[in-house]
């Protein structure tokens, strides 16, 4: 079978890569993210993975991998902030506070659509207005949910999470790595 990365984003690439696979090509789904009115984070962070792996094209020897990842505080989802206010407003809402990451993963082939949900909590240490306006600076948060990275600088501000670390990054290893072996996606032997 063919792997097809229904992303554009080099974080799961990179992933991927820790699994020993490499995708066959990458297509990014072209869809509307925008929440529903109501839309619990979960039913939302489902939704658009599924909504990704349906928008995209599948020839027969093809399975095609997308996920979807928000960063929740309450019932709020935290998406990409559109500019560094939104970011600081983002982080100063997790700041000394636990929120949980959701990370969706779709898989889609012939045999339909597979579909699992990674919930990781996050703890966030108190932070200064010094170390927002450093970490804006630095502009890591820009296309990340919830305003920040925990695999970059924004680690810093993380003193433990409970469960998936890559899925926090972006696509949680274990459970994509169980979906695409049923599948029948399976790491390439080194040439």
Not at 31 to 59: C, F, G, H, Q, S
Not at 136 to 163: H, N, R, T, V
Request: overall charge neutral; glycine content about 10%; proline content about 5%.
């Amino acid at each position: 079978m063919k792997l097809i990365l229904g992303s554009a984003s080099p974080r799961r690439r990179e992933l991927l890569d820790q699994l020993g696979l490499v995708p066959d090509a990458v297509r990014a789904p072209d869809i509307d993210e925008t929440p529903r009115k109501n839309e619990r984070p979960r039913d939302y962070v489902a939704r658009m993975a599924r909504e990704k792996a349906m928008a995209l094209d599948l020839a027969a020897d093809e399975v095609i991998l997308c996920a979807d990842t928000t960063v929740t505080c309450g019932r709020r989802i935290l998406g990409k902030p559109e500019d560094a206010a939104e970011a600081a407003e983002f982080l100063f809402m997790l700041s000394g506070r636990r929120h949980h990451v959701l990370t969706a993963v779709a898989v889609r082939g012939a045999f339909g659509i597979r579909e699992r949900l990674v919930d990781t909590v996050v703890k966030f240490r108190p932070l200064s207005n010094e170390d927002v306006n450093a970490y804006l600076a630095s502009g890591e948060w820009q296309g990340k949910a919830g305003g920040y990275a925990i695999q970059g600088l924004g680690g810093a501000f993380i003193p433990w999470i409970q469960g998936s670390y890559t899925g926090v990054v972006g696509l949680p290893l274990a459970e994509t790595a169980i979906l695409l072996t049923s599948a029948g996606v399976t790491a390439k032997e080194a040439v």
